[in-house]
């Protein structure tokens, strides 16, 4: 077995090895800081819609008709508050009949109903899998939607970091934080991949994980994929 000195003393009959170690303990070592964990976009990424009805606009634009100026944090409102139309409309200051809340509540229902993985989701994440990578979801999203994860992903072990659960949205470092912290790893062990450039790709290289650009349309930069397949050969390159 190959074994690898750096530097040694002697006075005649002490050998003193300063640092030994084997070929093969220095492939343990440098493993440790190659990815083995994957985290993942929802929608756009892993989740298509079928329906888009957009309700939370439609609560927002009665919420205008009745006096109540659009403010520049209502989508991060309603993204980190973790519970259902009520409590996200108490969050936003106002009271929507119950008639409007019932036809957002439906509208979510028939999204949610409407909702479908990409093609190549399945293979990806069972090749992740059988890699020995842990996987995570991290998703900007309103608590009723949540619900699609049990629905379509139930198969698999996935670690979820969810807006309306954290209180922070991507790009804010504190999700990405949550992230490192739960895994108890080093930013760089973490690939990010997702379809939007700052929440799944410039936020995370700020703190220090490597990212892919999911661009499903056709990936024309070295940072981009048009598919999550793609991805597999990114950790097999050991590319950033
Ligand atoms: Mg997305």
């Not at 200051?93 to 949610?112: C, F, M, T, W």
Request: net charge negative; charged share 20%; hydrophobic share 40%.
């Amino acid at each position: 077995m190959a074994a690898v000195h750096f530097g040694c003393v002697s006075n005649g009959t002490l050998y003193f090895a300063l640092v030994s170690f084997t070929f093969n303990q220095y492939l343990a070592m440098k493993a440790k800081r190659e990815i083995n964990i994957v985290i993942l976009d929802l929608f756009g990424t892993l989740i298509k819609f079928g329906v888009q009805n957009h309700p939370f606009r439609q609560l927002l634009k009665w919420a205008r008709e009745n006096g109540r100026q659009v403010m520049p944090n209502d989508a991060r409102t309603v993204m980190t508050i973790n519970g259902g139309i009520d409590a996200i409309s108490l969050g936003l200051g106002i009271k929507p009949p119950r008639e409007l809340a019932q036809i957002i509540e439906s509208q979510i229902e028939d999204e949610l109903s409407s909702l479908s993985l990409f093609d190549d989701v399945i293979p990806t994440l069972n090749a992740l899998q059988s890699r020995g990578i842990r996987i995570g979801l991290c998703s900007n999203l309103a608590q009723p939607y949540g619900a699609v994860i049990d629905k379509l992903l139930t198969h698999f072990q996935l670690e979820q970091f969810l807006s309306y659960e954290l209180g922070a949205i991507k790009p804010e470092a504190q999700i990405y934080e949550s992230i490192l912290s739960r895994f108890d790893c080093e930013p760089d062990q973490c690939l990010f991949i997702g379809d939007t450039f700052e929440a799944d790709y410039a936020g995370p290289i700020a703190v220090g994980m490597k990212a892919l650009h999911l661009t499903r349309s056709g990936a024309t930069q070295p940072h981009q994929i048009s598919s999550l397949v793609d991805m597999l050969a990114h950790l097999d390159g050991g590319h950033r």
